[in-house]
């Protein structure tokens, strides 16, 4: 690579740097930010999280991080970045074309997903950071997923292994994952190459130790005997996990695995669909009737799949079968995976590119697979599955682009890229800014009050409220009483909350 590729790369970096420490600035704590941030945090601490989860990791950063704003703009920010980074190192380190298309994947996840795992400062501390670790070890074995034997350090053995000790500790269904990866890794390099680096042994030995080191904790205990407050699994009996399961991948795994990610989709989408004319330009007279068949319906499904998802997020009220909508939903996002699949077996010709989509998609399936047993779920469940998907998308656009030499095409695909990127950075800034307003609005009326010796304090609501996890305490709950508790509010104090039009008409009309 030049000189000059790298600095693009290097002001691509600083550009997308520079956006993110703004960005993670102007976000508000909020929701269970304002326990963990408060002596309630002190708490869980002092038993070392006894009872409550064997997320020790996870925890310990969202106990840090609620305590210090500098703390968590530079966590935040090096974290997105180095996913971003990531993403795009692993597939092709040439082409900084993925890491423009990185940023878009990451930014543009669906939105409930990427506030509740990159925005909130509680939801970072563990679906952000378990795929981070996760991440770092896949750029390691890069190599090996490309078909070339690579020998590590030893010096490497010990940093590994605490890599994987400590990824453990943080998202338990990311903890199953990275047993399963490291029992993969060892198996494929065996098969591929006779032999087992002592590296990738310690990454197993490291997964195993943490995920024993997570479960032993007793509210995993608890929640298998359905005597947790929040989560729950179902009875053990085959009738129970069915009918939990078939609950749960209507009520969420479809659309949080599948539907709701529009932009990968369409991705995924338009390169399938440039991959399969190839194949068929190509082998015409040899597929036939009924291959020529398999490949129109296998790009129906993938074009068509992403266009029914757009319509839904436009028309939200629309239901394309009534009550029976979210069946036939369940029922078409198991084809498009199933699509998804058949279409790396048969349209890719690389054998290499094969092998690491296959990965990418079962790492997915594992991923997704523990939470068809475990209540309640919501988006940021799926946050890890989504980074396999950008892994997926990127290795398709890095596949259609490495014949590409007109460098005057690349140089226009570039810029319209940077603006897409752009155009997100002005909409996040937008949206953020007028959060970190009402939020300054609020702690400066809190303080106004309480000098004024007030029994009752009102604050705004937000304006954008959607994206922030649960920012605005209700009334007479329990996170009113962790919100005074974060603010340092007496108790007796009661919070109420206007709406930003009332706010403005009683504190602001007048000013």
């Known amino acids: 690579m030049n000189k000059k590729k790298l600095d693009f790369d290097y002001k691509y970096s600083i550009f997308i740097i520079i956006f993110l420490a703004i960005f993670t600035s102007l976000i508000p704590y909020a929701c269970d930010d304002w326990a963990w941030g408060s002596s309630i945090g002190i708490e869980r601490l002092e038993r070392f999280f006894a009872g409550y989860n064997g ?64 925005v909130w ?24 997923l490309d078909g070339k034997e690579f020998k590590y350090s030893k010096l490497m053995i010990i940093p590994v292994f605490l890599l994987a000790y400590l990824g453990s500790l943080i998202m338990e269904h990311v903890t199953l994952y990275t047993i399963c990866l490291g029992i993969f890794v060892i198996i494929y390099s065996y098969i591929k190459f006779r032999k087992v680096n002592y590296v990738n042994v310690a990454y197993l030995i490291g997964s195993i130790l943490g995920a024993t080191t997570m479960f032993m904790n007793s509210s995993y205990r608890n929640i298998a005997g359905n005597k947790d407050f929040y989560r729950e699994i179902p009875k053990t009996d085959v009738g ?88 036939f939903e369940a029922l078409y996002s198991i084809i498009f995976y199933i699509s998804i699949l058949i279409f790396i077996i048969i349209f890719i010709d690389n054998k290499i590119l094969k092998t690491k989509l296959l990965f990418y998609f079962g790492s997915i399936l594992i991923l997704i697979a523990p939470l068809f047993v475990v209540n309640p779920l919501n988006q940021r469940c799926f946050a890890a599955p989504y980074i396999f998907f950008v892994l997926i998308s990127n290795e398709l656009i890095n596949y259609l682009f490495k014949d590409i ?28 800014s007028s959060l970190a307003h009402t939020n300054n609005i609020r702690i400066k009326h809190i303080s106004s009050e309480l000098s004024k010796g007030a029994s009752i304090i009102e604050i705004p609501k937000y304006h954008y409220g959607k994206y922030l996890w649960s920012g605005t305490p209700g009334n007479n709950t329990m996170w009113e009483d962790r919100y005074k508790m974060f603010y340092e509010i007496p108790k007796e104090v009661d919070i109420v909350t206007l709406s930003p039009k009332k706010w403005h008409e009683k504190y602001e009309k007048n000013n």
């Open 405 to 432: 030499k007109d460098n005057e095409f690349l140089s226009i695909i570039k810029k319209i890229l940077i603006t897409i990127i752009v155009c997100i950075f002005v909409f996040f800034l937008s949206i953020y």
């Open 55 to 118: 997320r020790y990791l996870g925890n310990l950063i969202v106990i840090a991080i609620t305590r210090s704003q500098i703390l968590r703009v530079v966590l935040m920010t090096v974290v997105i970045y180095l996913i971003i980074l990531l993403c795009y190192k692993i597939i092709n380190k040439k082409n900084s074309i993925l890491f423009l298309t990185s940023t878009i994947f990451i930014l543009g996840m669906p939105r409930d997903m990427f506030v509740s795992s990159y």
């Open 240 to 327: 129970s996990l069915i009918n939990n399961a078939i609950k749960s991948f209507l009520n969420e795994i479809y659309q949080g695995g599948a539907l709701n990610n529009i932009i990968i989709n369409f991705i995924i989408a338009t390169c399938a669909t440039v991959i399969i004319y190839k194949f068929i330009k190509s082998k015409r007279t040899y597929i036939g009737k009924m291959g020529l068949l398999l490949c129109n319906l296998i790009n129906f499904v993938l074009i068509s799949y992403p266009i029914y998802g757009l319509i839904n997020i436009i028309v939200p009220n629309w239901n394309i079968l009534l009550r029976y909508t979210k069946y």
């Open 121 to 144: 400062s509680s939801g970072f501390s563990n679906y952000a950071m378990s795929v981070f670790f996760v991440l770092i070890y896949i750029f390691l074995i890069r190599k090996l």
